[in-house]
């Protein structure tokens, strides 16, 4: 098992050395000549108006929480995938899909959760809630002042 | 691996040199081999290669000077992206935009510890094989997305977020589509899930029962999007976000991202073959010469592998590029719920057949070759009909 895992850390020592010394290689080799100009950020050759660290779009936040829970999941069943097989052979086949049906189960109420709450939809639009809508209808009602 | 060392050290081949010392040397050696020796020219000529597979399906005649049929065109680049200027933009954040690209190649190149070429030859069949690799290809979509935030660029950073949610979205569909197999055999060594198929289409996962053969392609879709291929080259685009999250990046810098592309593009190929193309399994008997036999058994894998590297770059040639609410739907209104029935399906199957069904797998490889002289005859019909010139001619 050692073995296996130097394995791993050799070839991680061997990627990060592989782009490090081609990098200081070619450092010996390549023109450097910076100037202010060249190393303004690139927007289609205008001028860059203001910095691109701002506040982003929610959705890809939304997606990212959805997977957390998923992304989990799947790392649970991955050992009870890797039993199923011997407690089948253990006769103990049906159990072993009881349990995973369960789990499973729980999930898929989950993402059917998700997808009823609308938020797998990219386009999203908004729905006024119940208290938005009542208001909405009374400023309607509302005589127009002056 | 680690038996072919032992044997070394006890035949004395190293004299009275410790085995800590040798260990870690032979290590390197064999890293250093599959690096330099097979991953490195692999993904120049699949550059090359893709590139003129384009060409020939544009009817155009791609790059063709550098070497015969162009085939040093990969190197030729590579040599012209080091004496290039490394720029640096001054509003980036320095130390994240030059530690990018290394997690990507750390990412690809690692997987192949676990990635086998032949009966006798993989670096180190870990336990956990499948699980490792879903785990280590997790640090290219940290470095696309550390590529685009620290550029602090605006095509940089959509590119850079598009690719993070693209990917860590795909991550699920594709792991729930290894499961099935790992339901099937019990482990998670890529060896152990070669050694459970036969060299028999019918023995392949593949067509071991409607529910795997649907996984194959859920899994070989989910990871065309997790390597950022079209189409589902939305964190890319070159005709919307300029080069998205490469955008300020150049020199070799720049080259490193393409290396982590198509190096990632291979181990797709790699991952489908030993999980659904009974990997290097050939018929056993003919050949008592063990080195002919991994020979054979290397040429099988590598074919099965760049088949589903061909079929990506065939897809890329020929699908457009498809947006970002559809990518998305794809992902978690198909593919998942597609992934739970696999899962579920393929445990019930296995309740029901427990050694597998008799009668399926000669059904479905009957059926899939039907459709694939379909195919054929279909396209033989239109180049039939097509113009002289467009015949293919490979000694353009």
Request: glycine share 8%; hydrophobic share 55%; proline share 5%.
């Given at each position: 098992?050692?073995?296996?895992l ?16 081609h ?6 080799l ?10 303004t950020?690139?927007?289609c ?18 997606i990212?929480l959805?997977?957390v829970?998923?992304?989990?999941e799947?790392?649970f069943?991955?050992?009870?995938a ?20 369960i789990?499973?189960?729980?999930l ?14 990219w386009?999203k ?17 509302l005589?127009?002042?002056? | 691996?680690?038996?072919f ?10 004299g ?5 010392a040798?260990?870690?040397a032979?290590?390197?050696l ?6 330099f020796?097979?991953?490195l ?14 060409s020939?399906?544009?009817s ?9 049929q162009?085939v ?55 336990n ?9 290809v ?6 696309v997305?550390?590529a ?9 950073l ?12 795909y ?6 589509a ?11 060594s ?6 459970a ?15 795997t053969?649907i996984?194959?392609?859920a ?41 982590a ?21 050939i ?5 008592n ?43 978690w209104k ?15 199957w ?5 050694e ?15 459709l694939?002289?379909?195919f ?5 019909y ?6 002289p ?8």
């Amino acid at each position: 098992m050692l073995f296996n895992l130097g394995n791993v850390l050799v070839f991680s020592i061997l990627a990060i050395a592989f782009c490090a010394v081609h990098l200081a290689l070619g450092k010996l080799l390549r023109p450097h000549n910076p100037e202010a100009k060249k190393l303004t950020t690139y927007e289609c050759g205008e001028p860059p108006t203001g910095g691109a660290w701002i506040n982003f779009n929610i959705r890809f936040y939304l997606i990212a929480l959805v997977f957390v829970i998923f992304e989990i999941e799947v790392a649970f069943i991955f050992p009870v995938a890797v039993a199923f097989r011997a407690w089948l052979l253990n006769g103990q086949g049906l159990f072993a899909l009881t349990e995973i049906l369960i789990f499973l189960g729980i999930l898929v109420v989950g993402l059917v959760y998700v997808w009823a709450k609308r938020d797998l939809e990219w386009l999203k639009r908004l729905q006024p809630t119940e208290a938005e809508a009542q208001t909405a209808a009374k400023e309607s009602e509302l005589p127009k002042a002056a | 691996m680690q038996s072919f060392i032992d044997g070394l050290i006890a035949s004395g081949a190293f004299g009275g040199l410790p085995a800590e010392a040798v260990y870690p040397a032979m290590m390197f050696l064999f890293a250093s081999l599959v690096v330099f020796g097979f991953v490195l020219p692999l993904v120049t000529i699949t550059i090359w290669l893709e590139r003129r597979v384009w060409s020939r399906i544009q009817s155009r005649v791609g790059p063709n000077r550098v070497g015969p049929q162009g085939v040093l065109q990969g190197l030729a680049d590579g040599v012209k992206n080091i004496l290039k200027e490394d720029v640096v933009p001054d509003a980036a954040d320095r130390p994240l935009f030059v530690f990018a690209p290394y997690l990507l190649v750390w990412g690809f190149l690692a997987t192949f510890v676990v990635i086998p070429f032949s009966s006798a030859l993989v670096i180190a069949d870990l336990n956990v094989g499948i699980l490792y690799i879903v785990a280590i290809v997790a640090l290219s979509a940290v470095g696309v997305l550390m590529a685009g935030w620290a550029s602090n660029n605006k095509w940089s950073l959509l590119g850079g977020i598009r690719s993070a949610a693209q990917v860590v979205s795909y991550e699920i569909p594709a792991g729930l589509a290894l499961l099935p197999v790992v339901l099937l055999t019990g482990t998670l060594s890529t060896q152990g899930i070669i050694q459970a198929q036969g060299w028999a289409p019918w023995d392949w996962f593949l067509f071991h029962s409607p529910f795997t053969f649907i996984a194959a392609f859920a899994f070989y879709i989910s990871a065309l999007a997790e390597t950022n291929r079209t189409p589902f080259d939305i964190p890319e685009a070159e005709s919307e976000l300029v080069a998205g999250f490469a955008t300020e990046y150049s020199g070799f810098r720049f080259a490193l991202f393409f290396l982590a592309e198509w190096g990632s593009l291979y181990v797709t190929g790699a991952i489908m073959a030993v999980l659904f193309l009974g990997g290097w399994q050939i018929p056993t008997g003919w050949t008592n010469n063990t080195v002919v036999l991994n020979i054979a058994q290397l040429t099988v894998f590598f074919l099965k592998a760049y088949f589903w590297v061909f079929l990506a770059m065939w897809i890329r040639a020929t699908l457009p590029r498809i947006r970002v609410d559809q990518m998305m739907s794809l992902c978690w209104k198909y593919l998942v719920p597609l992934g739970f029935v696999n899962l579920v399906g393929t445990a019930v199957w296995m309740v029901i057949w427990p050694e597998g069904n008799a009668f399926v797998p000669y059904l479905m490889v009957v059926g899939t070759l039907a459709l694939i002289v379909i195919f054929f005859r279909r396209v033989l019909y239109h180049l039939r009909r097509a113009k002289p010139e467009l015949y293919f001619n490979p000694a353009i």
